[in-house]
C-alpha cells in the first residue's frame, strides 16, 4: 500500500532552484512531524528538514539558509523548496515521519544539480 508519492525532482544547474513534493494519506501528512530525507548511493540516508504538525521547522546545517520545508494541510502534502543548489544536493529525495515508519517510503525523487 502506498504510503507517501513525492514529485517534482529533476535536472537543475548550480545556483537553481527546485520544489519537491510529498503527497500522502491526511492521517499521516497532518498528524505526524514529517521530514524530507536523501540518499547518495552508497551513503546512508540523512535528515535534511522537519516540520511539525504546528509549522515548527528544523534544519541540517548543510541547507539551512537554502531550504524551505512547508506544508498544506488541505492537500495533504509537504514540499520542500530548494534554492541554490549545489552540485553535493544531488540525491534521491524522500519523505516520511520523524521518527521513520518503515513502510511509509515512497520511491523517491531524484534531484541532479549539474551544469
Known amino acids: 500500500q502506498v504510503q507517501l508519492v513525492e514529485s517534482g525532482g529533476g535536472l537543475v544547474q548550480p545556483g537553481g532552484s527546485l520544489r519537491v513534493s510529498c503527497a500522502g494519506s491526511?492521517?499521516?501528512?497532518?498528524?505526524?512531524?514529517m521530514g524530507w530525507y536523501r540518499q547518495v548511493p552508497g551513503k546512508q540516508r540523512e535528515l535534511v528538514a522537519t516540520?511539525?504538525?504546528?509549522?515548527?521547522?528544523n534544519y541540517a546545517d548543510f541547507v539551512k539558509g537554502r531550504f524551505t520545508i512547508s506544508r498544506d494541510n488541505a492537500k495533504s502534502t509537504v514540499y520542500l523548496q530548494m534554492n541554490s543548489l549545489k552540485p553535493e544536493d544531488s540525491a534521491t529525495y524522500y519523505c516520511n515521519t520523524v521518527p521513520i515508519m518503515p513502510n511509509y517510503w515512497g520511491q523517491g525523487t531524484q534531484v541532479t544539480v549539474s551544469s
Open positions: 516540520i511539525t504538525s504546528g509549522g515548527s521547522t
Open positions: 491526511a492521517n499521516i501528512i497532518r498528524v505526524f512531524v
